[in-house]
């Protein structure tokens, strides 16, 4: 189906975005891609279209274009008991097939890469060029696992005690049935790319996807399926985290929850109640150091990306920006300069660098964050306005100065397309600053390698990025990617990002004799053969 949707235009005005004026959008109606991959969805008992719905509001338009079944926790018990016997399965099979579906994934999703974009820009608003990133992302996911996860998942042989006697070998055991709590803003990314860790190392998964974006999780879940995914082995619930959160945790093995740290918390304390594992990757304040010698039109233009990508609401989006005062100046000018010439829109093209905020709720969020800081005496140099000639949501992209610890705008996460900058007058300075934050997700220094590199090793953050802004570290995903102090626990991507599905199993072999006093010696004699054979091991590799 499709419709054609022409908002308001109006003509630029001050320093404000010029905006895009018109939109044709190929998908219109949220139930119909419903009706096409919910085969994965469990509710009412069965995965039929239940009675109990929650409309879901598209920001492309403003209008309800979707009204999503609610499963309760009977669903996500039964959910649960479908994975788990898929599972069983599952985990027999040798690990170069489980890859297999990986690798098929990788080539379908860029075969479908214009489809899926399309669900995406109609479910958050996000610019085209953002929707593509994630299906970037999950195709480079799914490679890397397909090729690497036999080296993470081993089995690894392990020094033994006693070499040549012992022979010791580290298994990865699947930790049977993990469930996942995953976010709007990255709703193709976090659940498929999460899911295809977890279901490489042996596991089912059952997730939960936010109720604004679950098309996209059950797409990329269906194209999973068509890649070789048992059915029932990757399933989903929706609903209210209040009313079957706690069943998705209790039918569990291990939770990873991406979000708010106040709820990433809570999930934390409820699996510890339980003795099961969890990641929570949370929020983040991220921190920009611009240095004297930094590239400062490189550094200016990152911003678009580092700091606007999916209109700011990205956790590793940087938020405050610490200038050297020889430079700050000259990096303000720069950084308004690049905001100025950005498009402003909404659509399912790629006429526009900026898109929608994803709701009501975030955009009140991100406006009153504006107004307490201009309240407060903050100036705004670009930006700071709601554009609802555009879209029902969308925010200027908005760079202030001015901004002190009296403002909320300097220590809580924005999440949107606002940057505060701040003058620093040494190196030191700014890493103190940089550090001064509850949050450790990313962090970016600009400037010469030589200098920028000492002081990137001083950020108490998980990921610093020298010259850019998060992007050369999330598409490393050989290395892992999670956060410092309340940005969460535990690691996405490269080896952590798998093994954290598992639990670590050894299994020892033992030669020609047994490892305990022989009856024909003494408790005295052997304790002396211990050590001695215990000093020996100094000179062994």
């Known amino acids: ?198 279901l490489l190392a042996g596991n089912a998964v059952v997730i939960k996807p936010d109720t604004q974006t679950t098309l996209s999780a059950l797409w990329g879940m269906e194209l999973l399926v068509e890649a070789g995914l048992p059915r029932d082995l990757f399933l989903a619930v929706t609903g209210n985290p209040a009313e079957i959160g706690e069943a998705l945790i209790t039918e569990s093995d291990y939770v990873a929850f991406t979000g708010s740290t106040a709820t990433g918390t809570h999930v934390a304390t409820e699996c510890a109640k339980r003795l099961i594992g969890c990641s929570v990757e949370l929020g983040g304040k991220n921190p920009m150091i611009v240095l004297p010698d930094a590239p400062l039109d490189r550094a200016a233009k990152s911003i678009v990306q580092s700091a606007f990508s999916n209109a700011g609401q990205l956790c590793m989006s940087i938020e405050r920006i610490y200038v050297h005062r020889d430079v700050f100046d000259d990096f303000l000018d720069k950084a308004v300069d690049t905001i100025k010439h950005l498009t402003l829109g909404v659509g399912l093209d790629y006429e526009f660098d900026i898109g929608s905020l994803v709701s009501k709720q975030q955009l009140e969020r991100v406006g009153a964050h504006v107004q307490d800081a201009v309240a407060r005496g903050a100036t705004v140099h670009v930006g700071g306005a709601h554009r609802p000639d555009i879209g029902p949501y969308v925010f200027e992209p908005t760079l202030l100065t001015g901004v002190d610890e009296s403002m909320a705008l300097c220590r809580e996460e924005t999440f949107g397309p606002v940057i505060a900058l701040y003058p620093v007058d040494s190196d030191a300075e700014a890493v103190m600053r940089a550090n001064d934050s509850d949050y450790g997700l990313n962090a970016s220094v600009w400037g010469s390698v030589s200098r920028a590199t000492p002081i990137a090793h001083q950020i108490e953050a998980g990921s610093v990025n020298i010259n850019e802004g998060f992007t050369a570290t999330w598409t490393s995903h050989d290395a892992p990617m999670g956060g410092f102090k309340r940005s969460g626990l535990g690691r996405r991507h490269g080896r952590e990002g798998i093994t954290r599905f598992t639990e670590s199993r050894t299994v020892s072999t033992q030669r020609l004799i047994t490892i305990d006093r022989p009856d024909t010696m003494g408790n005295k004699d052997f304790a002396q053969l211990m050590i001695r054979g215990l000093r020996l091991l100094r000179h062994l590799p």
């Not at 908002?7 to 001050?14: F, I, L, V, W, Y």
């Not at 008992?45 to 009977?74: E, F, H, R």
């Not at 397909?146 to 089995?155: C, F, Q, V």
């Open 1 to 198: 189906m499709s419709s054609t949707v022409t908002p308001t235009s109006s003509q630029e005005t001050g320093s404000s975005p010029a905006p895009t004026t018109s939109t044709t959008f190929k998908i219109a109606d949220g139930s119909a891609v419903l009706e096409a991959v919910q085969s994965s969805l469990v509710c009412s008992g069965n995965g039929s279209v239940s009675d109990d719905t929650i409309d879901v509001v598209s920001p492309v338009t403003g209008d309800v274009w979707l009204s999503l079944p609610q499963s309760t926790p009977a669903d996500v018990r039964e959910a649960a008991a479908r994975a788990r016997a898929a599972q069983r399965g599952w985990a027999t099979r040798p690990l170069h097939e489980r890859t297999r579906a990986a690798r098929r994934l990788h080539t379908l999703i860029l075969d479908r890469a214009e489809d899926i974009a399309d669900i995406i820009g109609m479910e958050t608003g996000k610019a085209r060029r953002n929707a593509m990133e994630e299906v970037a992302d999950v195709a480079m996911t799914a490679l890397y696992y397909a090729k690497n996860a036999k080296r993470h998942l081993g089995p690894h042989r392990r020094k033994a005690g006693f070499p040549i006697l012992t022979h010791t070998v580290e298994q990865s055991v699947p930790k049977g049935l993990v469930g996942m709590i995953t976010p709007w803003n990255y709703p193709l990314t976090i659940p498929i790319s999460d899911a295809i860790a977890a």
